[in-house]
């Protein structure tokens, strides 16, 4: 039920925090639910990121489908010299689930060490 409960505290408070602040808030929000939110180091990690993971991908799969994937096709022909769009969404979804899980395995940490 935790996990559950960090999985959808994550994705809605970083989804919120992102109309007022910068992209990194999403670690301080993992940080701030893995500190508050008791459970496992290895669960809080997999919470932060499977939530950011897949609220990063939706976000860059929306933004890909309204310029009809055009400037994903050629950053990703230019990073893995592959011409697909799914591509970039992954890697940005992963970039932002390794980023908020590892703020969450900080968090999850403090907690342990009072």
Do not use: C
Not at 39 to 51: D, H, I, R, T, Y
């Amino acid at each position: 039920m935790k996990f559950i409960v960090a999985f959808i505290l994550t994705a809605l408070l970083s989804y919120a925090a992102g109309f007022y602040f910068p992209w990194w808030n999403i670690a301080i929000v993992a940080f701030v639910v893995a500190a508050l939110i008791p459970q496992k180091p290895g669960k809080a990690f997999l919470s932060a990121f499977l939530s950011l993971f897949f609220l990063w991908a939706i976000f860059s799969f929306m933004i890909d489908v309204n310029n009809n994937h055009l400037l994903s096709e050629k950053i990703a022909q230019l990073f893995f010299k592959v011409k697909s769009h799914v591509v970039m969404v992954l890697v940005s979804g992963f970039i932002a689930g390794l980023t908020g899980g590892f703020a969450a395995l900080a968090g999850s940490y403090l907690r342990k060490s009072k």
